[in-house]
């Protein structure tokens, strides 16, 4: 029976797995290895209503949701023309919160809900034995029944289940968020999506009128954070408006752009389908096995955790649950990810991919209903013998 749980990273996954496995009575504790919480770290993410609903599960969904900006409307934009993605009928709008707000908010009511965190701990080893053994950088060892590893997309642990495993893609963009003092004519909660003439951008008006810009800048090799950041400011806003000086309303944004309040997020990875998902008391949730999901995975591992006879057989269901929904999310997600990247190929698809839009937006029940209306039953047990008929 499995009692105790280390949780490896403390981002999204991490402090939602650790909520779930103690919803499911397994005690569970994070490992980070930051030295703390990660406030002021860079960027915004969207949340679905099915990150949402799985949010709710663990008691996270309100304070997310009051952290978040709500955006009921997307729009793709390609140059002069746009195609309004729908919204699915009665689901919620989706939410932009900031990276650092959500990891905030997740700690704060993971640790409300009992869970404990360690910081400055990075995983560098796990040792066999009665359970498995953590082993820190800093020498220190920590032991469990199960290791859960929410170690993001350069996932340590992935390389502990399967040394020949894959690692992350690089997709060839440098991603910068920015406010810029400068509206845009269009409603707040309107989220624009641009394929500009040579880089991809989004923006949206905030309620106090200034405008949120992020750009995917083309960067031919992957620089860490810290090489990123080495880079003058000034000089990254020199490549920006080369690179979208000619677009409506990107050139005009970057024009104004001010290098001081201009942040990197980073170099943009992205997951190739990873083969083993789980070795021994080793598992992976979230990017660390393949991209987004990560929330609804770490519900559903802590449900097999719960309601199957031992380790092994929960770790086969979870990933029999996850597998198909994920691999064929992220596959999608990979495609569109091209397209945004510069280059011939990208721009020769563009009529493709907005022909493909406009279908969408005539369909959006089957194109987004089975992605954002997936609901997990929490109070429904797992049953294997179910799983080995889908
Ligand atoms: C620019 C950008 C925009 C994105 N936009 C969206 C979006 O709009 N919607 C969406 O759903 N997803 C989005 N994503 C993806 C989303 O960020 C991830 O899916 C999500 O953060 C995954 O959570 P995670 O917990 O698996 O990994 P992370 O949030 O990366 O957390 C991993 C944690 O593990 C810690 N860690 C790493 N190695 C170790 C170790 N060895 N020991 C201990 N701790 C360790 C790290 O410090 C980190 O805190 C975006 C990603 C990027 C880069």
């Known amino acids: 029976m499995t009692t105790k749980a280390l949780v490896i990273g403390g981002g999204v996954a991490g402090p939602v797995t650790a909520l779930a496995l103690r919803k499911a009575g397994i005690d569970a504790t994070v490992y980070e290895a930051y030295p703390s919480t990660a406030d002021g770290i860079g960027g915004t993410l969207a949340i679905a209503p099915n990150g ?19 955006i009921p409307k997307s729009v793709m934009s390609f140059g002069r023309r746009e195609v309004e993605l729908p919204r699915l009928a009665g689901m919620p709008p989706l939410r932009l919160v900031h990276r650092g707000d959500l990891y905030r908010v997740l700690y704060d009511v993971a640790v409300a809900g009992g869970v404990e965190f360690v910081h400055g701990k990075r995983l560098v080893a796990v040792e066999p034995g009665d359970g498995v053994t953590a082993r820190f950088a800093d020498g220190s060892t920590a032991t469990g029944d199960v290791l859960v ?6 996932s340590t642990v992935r390389g502990l289940i399967d040394a020949s495993a894959p690692g992350p893609g690089y997709t060839g963009m440098l991603g910068f968020e920015a406010i810029v003092d400068r509206p845009v004519p269009t409603e707040t909660g309107t989220m624009y999506f641009a394929f500009g003439r040579r880089a991809y951008y989004l923006y949206w008006r905030r309620p106090d009128g200034r405008t949120h810009f992020g750009a995917n800048l083309p960067q031919d ?17 020199r490549r920006l408006r080369e690179a979208y000086g000619d677009d409506d309303p990107g050139g005009d944004l970057v024009r104004h752009l001010d290098p001081a309040g201009l942040t ?23 990017d660390a096995v393949r991209a987004s999901l990560a ?22 269901a979870y990933e029999r649950l996850r597998r198909p929904r994920v691999e064929r ?19 020769a698809m563009m009529p493709v991919l907005m022909r493909l839009m406009l279908k969408t937006a005539m369909r959006p029940e089957k194109t987004f209903g089975p992605d954002q209306r997936h609901l997990i039953d929490w109070a429904a047990p797992v049953v294997e013998a179910d799983l080995a008929r889908t």
């Open 52 to 70: 949402l609903a799985a949010l709710e599960i663990v008691g996270a969904r309100d304070a997310v949701v009051d952290s978040g900006l709500p």
């Open 264 to 286: 990197v997020t980073g170099s943009l990875h992205i997951m190739p389908s990873v083969p083993h998902w789980h070795r021994g008391r080793l598992v992976l949730v979230g």
């Open 329 to 347: 999310i992220a596959t999608r997600a990979a495609k569109v990810n091209n397209l945004k990247a510069p280059g011939p190929l990208a721009r």
């Open 149 to 154: 590893g929410a170690d993001g997309v350069h």
């Open 295 to 316: 929330i609804e995975s770490a519900v559903e591992l802590a449900r097999c955790l719960r309601d199957l006879p031992d380790v092994p057989s929960a770790f086969a």
């Open 221 to 237: 090799r992957p620089l860490s954070l810290a090489e990123a950041r080495a880079v003058p400011a000034s000089e990254w806003v």
